[in-house]
């Protein structure tokens, strides 16, 4: 099982980014697929997930921001992230749960400049 990220890079504030992340090999029983972010120095954090029946749920400094989806059709998980801050800088990981495993992307970089 791959996980392959896409869709980061260089971006000014204000503007907006879609990361893409898709699943190659089989998943059985995937329950939860999440966006998480690791800033320089911080720890990595829980961004935003969505569940196999639809049900997200972000972290309150996204809110209203990034909306994150699904398409099961080709096993990829999305992350459009508008209005984006400088702070929102961080190396963006997708995950998935699928029953007691989870399975991690390599990751990719989101850099916003003031």
């Known amino acids: 099982v791959q996980l392959q990220a896409s869709g980061g890079g260089l971006v000014q504030a204000g503007g907006s980014l879609r990361l893409s992340c898709a699943a190659s090999?089989?998943?059985?029983?995937?329950?939860?697929r999440a966006w998480y972010r690791q800033a320089p120095g911080k720890q990595r954090e829980l961004v935003a997930f969505?569940?196999?029946?639809?049900?997200?749920n972000y972290a309150d400094f996204v809110k209203g921001r990034f909306t994150i989806s699904r398409d099961n059709d080709r096993n990829t998980v999305y992350l459009q992230m508008n209005s984006l801050k400088p702070e929102d800088t961080a190396v963006y990981y997708c995950?998935?749960?699928?029953?007691?495993?989870?399975?991690w992307g390599q990751g990719t970089l989101v850099t916003v400049s003031s």
């Open positions: 090999g089989s998943i059985f029983s995937i329950s939860a």
């Open positions: 969505i569940t196999s029946d639809g049900i997200t």
């Open positions: 995950k998935v749960v699928a029953g007691t495993q989870g399975y």
